[in-house]
């Protein structure tokens, strides 16, 4: 895994800055190799494009000649963690988001990327043109279930980097966006007024999803809270 240092205030994701005399670029990279020893990559750049493109390259000859990826691609790594690893970690609904999105939006497109050779290029590019054939936030949650997904390869030493971090989802025009909880910029959130809240229930009066939608009005419940409800969280006798 890489060494991250404490790096000036004007450097790019930790391992990339511009001189502030000379206004080159700079890339500087520590390595960890199996036996743990440290080496160090430099490089200089004209443009912060160009200092992104010889990191990555760096990357990518440390992970294809010491890195312990093997043969997967992204597809078959993140397939292993959905079987493997999440289910023994985080909560079921959140493994089913995760496999819907990479489902859908990932492996037809980018899953056939070795798991040494995936940069965080190919993936900005992706991700631009996902948040502009379907949404933000869209983008956001397949970035999300990515990351998650590289981030256990670093954990296991397969990888130096998680490039998904580097991704930047671009906004759209007239969009207004706003950091969540989470630390991940979302759309802005706007509270129904009385007289929306009564005409959505009027509309989903009799409808499969009536109870979701009440009980997220009347208990401010996120979808995912909502449809993750047993019935040992209802107690009937007391209401």
């Known amino acids: 895994m890489a060494r991250l240092d404490k790096f000036p205030a004007n450097r790019k994701s930790g391992n990339i800055w511009q001189e502030a005399n000379t206004g080159v670029w700079r890339v500087e990279v520590d390595f960890v190799r199996k036996d743990g020893s440290v080496f160090r990559r430099q490089a200089r750049a004209k443009t912060e494009q160009e200092a992104r493109?010889?990191?990555d390259a760096a990357y990518a000859v440390f992970n294809a000649t010491e890195g312990r990826a093997g043969n997967h691609t992204l597809k078959t790594w993140c397939e292993h963690c959905m079987a493997q690893v999440f289910p023994k970690k985080i909560r079921?609904?959140?493994?089913?988001?995760?496999?819907?999105?990479?489902?859908?939006h990932v492996y037809a497109l980018v899953g056939s990327i070795p798991l040494i050779q995936l940069t965080a290029q190919q993936l900005q590019a992706f991700f631009n043109q996902l948040a502009e054939n379907e949404s933000n936030s869209v983008?956001?949650?397949?970035?999300?279930?990515?990351?998650?997904?590289?981030t256990q390869a670093m954990r296991q030493g397969m990888i130096t980097?998680?490039?998904?971090?580097l991704v930047e989802i671009a906004q759209k025009k007239g969009s207004h966006l706003s950091l969540g909880d989470s630390g991940e910029f979302v759309?802005?959130?706007?509270?129904?007024?009385?007289?929306?809240q009564t005409s959505?229930?009027?509309?989903?009066?009799?409808?499969?999803?009536?109870?979701?939608?009440?009980l997220g009005l009347k208990l401010g419940l996120r979808r995912g809270e909502c449809l993750g409800l047993d019935w040992s969280n209802v107690d009937l006798h007391t209401r």
């Open 53 to 55: 493109e010889k990191r």
């Open 92 to 104: 079921a609904n959140t493994v089913a988001g995760y496999g819907y999105v990479l489902q859908k």
């Open 139 to 150: 983008a956001t949650k397949v970035r999300t279930a990515i990351s998650s997904c590289l």
């Open 161 to 165: 980097m998680n490039p998904a971090r």
């Open 187 to 196: 759309p802005d959130k706007r509270i129904l007024t009385e007289l929306e």
């Open 200 to 214: 959505l229930l009027n509309a989903a009066k009799g409808n499969l999803v009536e109870p979701v939608i009440w």
